[in-house]
């Protein structure tokens, strides 16, 4: 049976999540460097303050649920098995591991994410090489965080406050819906964004059970940070 712990720390990772946009809308006008564009700006302010309430959110998992931390907080085993879920378009030939399933999503998801940004951010804008690589060093830094970050708390959190009171099926919902439930005023937003962000919720996090480790929640995620992120920077 659940306890209140599980309980608790569930409802911790839904108030942290909640908490990101409104600490990014919070940060709106923001300036550190002079010669920065403003999101760059606000995004690296952002990125300091969400990292440290992540570390001291893995700290108190690590304080209290400390072995399933450790059990899922690693590299996890690359070639693990999928297990099918036909229903969402997850059909694994049977020779197919991780490897393969992970390497796959990962360029179909950035394929996708790509358009929606396009029509949603980048459409009917001019845009030059030179604006590009201006931005993508800070866009990659802060992918990296953001990524991190978001994976920590609403795909770890969630698979480490519920293993064991919960069934494996229905973890991942549970990050879909705080995850996709988050996006609809993010980028991408509105329903498209929430359909997208719960998908990849629900994905992320079963490769976290499947494989127990994190590496290709944080990969996946981490690249369409990139995406985002570069699409954002080059508005301004």
């Excluded at 952002?46 to 700290?59: K, N």
């Excluded at 390497?103 to 396009?118: E, G």
């Excluded at 937003?189 to 996090?205: D, E, N, P, Q």
């Amino acid at each position: 049976m659940p306890s209140f712990r599980n309980y608790a720390l569930l409802g911790l990772v839904i108030l942290l999540t909640i908490s990101l946009p409104l600490i990014s809308h919070a940060l709106d006008g923001i300036t550190v460097v002079e010669r920065l564009p403003p999101a760059i700006n606000r995004q690296l302010v952002y990125q300091i303050i969400t990292l440290l309430l992540s570390l001291g959110f893995l700290g108190g998992l690590r304080l209290l649920r400390k072995e399933v931390l450790l059990t899922y907080f690693r590299k996890g085993d690359l070639r693990a098995k999928v297990i099918p879920v036909p229903a969402l378009g997850l059909k694994p030939k049977p020779h197919q591991s991780w490897w393969h399933v992970g390497r796959d999503f990962a360029l179909v998801i950035s394929l996708i994410t790509a358009v929606i940004i396009y029509f949603q951010l980048i459409r009917g804008q001019a845009l030059s090489p030179a604006r590009l690589w201006l931005v993508l060093p800070f866009s990659l830094l802060c992918s990296l965080s953001n990524s991190f970050v978001e994976e920590m708390l609403t795909r770890l959190g969630v698979v480490v406050a519920l293993k064991g009171v919960a069934s494996e099926r229905a973890i991942p919902l549970v990050s879909a819906l705080i995850f996709g439930g988050v996006h609809y005023w993010g980028s991408p937003g509105g329903i498209a964004g929430v359909l997208a962000a719960g998908f990849l919720g629900w994905f992320l996090a079963k490769s976290i059970l499947e494989t127990k480790g994190i590496f290709w929640a944080w990969l996946i995620h981490f690249i369409q940070d990139v995406i985002i992120l570069t699409a954002l920077f080059l508005q301004e």
